[in-house]
């Protein structure tokens, strides 16, 4: 089973998975926002297409880790999720991986036209791999 990763925006949403055993992130896509009927359509497609069964959405905290307005949009649409999707979904820190993620582009010697297209699903890919350490690591210190 794979977890999915969103990176929300107002008008795209980045998209990562997990291989089926969640030890790697691989960003997958940018999903263009049509609406909440076809927006709902899509998500369950993805979870059924690719036997999801957990989804992390980064959250957007202020740098002090306050909840500021995109923080409250994102919840917003975490409960919108949760209103058609029986799994979990866990709100995750997403401070600084846009910036982390138009640095690895940068240094990939992409322009920065081009890099707009790839921005979000690369920061799910880095919110994704994250929490995936951050997974393995609680299992390890449980097993010591």
Same mark, same amino acid.
Request: proline share 3%.
């Given at each position: ?38 927006? *709902? ?12 069964? $957990? ?58 036209? $081009?890099? *707009? ?17 951050? *997974?393995?690591?609680?299992? $390890?210190?449980?097993?010591?």
């Amino acid at each position: 089973m794979r977890v999915l990763a969103i990176d929300h925006g107002d008008k795209k949403i980045g998209l990562a998975l997990s291989d089926p055993l969640q030890i790697t992130a691989q960003p997958f896509s940018c999903y263009e926002v049509r609406g909440k009927k076809a927006d *709902k359509a899509h998500f369950i497609s993805l979870v059924a297409d690719y036997d999801i069964s $957990e989804i992390i959405v980064g959250h957007p905290l202020q740098m002090d880790g306050a909840r500021g307005e995109r923080a409250l949009k994102v919840e917003a649409f975490v409960g919108w999720l949760r209103s058609f999707l029986d799994l979990p979904i866990v709100l995750w820190d997403e401070r600084l991986t846009t910036r982390e993620a138009y640095d690895i582009l940068r240094q990939q010697n992409i322009k920065q036209r $081009e890099a *707009k297209k790839y921005k979000d699903q690369l920061s799910a890919g880095i919110i994704l791999s994250e929490y995936l350490e951050s *997974k393995r690591s609680n299992r $390890e210190g449980a097993s010591s």
